[in-house]
Structure formats: C-alpha cells, structure tokens
C-alpha cells in the first residue's frame, strides 16, 4: 500500500473531510472517488476509499461510486435497495446495473 492510500490509526483531517463530503451527497445523487478528491484538492481515489472501508459506516457511503457508475466493489447488492429507495437514476437490473451518471452526478459549488 502506498503512502497516498494509507490511513492513520485514527481519524486525521482528511478523514474528517471525506466523511463531510460525502455526507453532503444528496440521496438520489452520487460522486465518483475522483470527484471526491476533486473536491478536497487532496489525496487519491484509493485513499477515499480506504477512508470510506475504515470509517464510512456512518455516512452514505453508497453514493460514491466508480468511474461509469459502477457501485462500490463487493457491495452492489446492498447499494442497489440504496439506490432504489433514493431514487437515483439507475441502467439495467440488479445483476448488471450503472448508475446514469449525467443525472446523478453530484458537483459540490
């Protein structure tokens, strides 16, 4: 693991920001890894997703996705009934599905 996705022992100010980001994802939206650190100016896809595995139980951890709008790796099942109830804009079914990104994508301004 390099140093960019490492994670301290406890929280530190990049984990904070990352959770306040993706907390203000509105439901029916969603952000990619990369708009996330867009976002934060700081930092790498990986690192928010090791931010998100570590710490992103409390917050909508769900809507934010891979590039092309694909769901969180090993958890497509349970961020689809997410993405269903929140109405996000979704192509396909359960078994292969994207999240329509040209309506989702959420900008933080």
Known sequence: MSAATTVPDGPSDFVEHVLEVVSAIPPGRVMTYGDVVATLGSGGARAVGTVLAHYGSSVPWWRVV????????????????????????????????????????????
Request: no cysteine.
């Open 66 to 109: 891979r590039s092309g709008g694909l769901a969180p790796r090993a958890h497509e099942v349970k961020a689809h009934a997410h993405y269903v109830a929140e109405g996000t804009p979704l192509r396909g079914s359960l078994g292969s599905y994207r999240i329509v990104m040209s309506e989702a994508r959420f900008r933080v301004r």
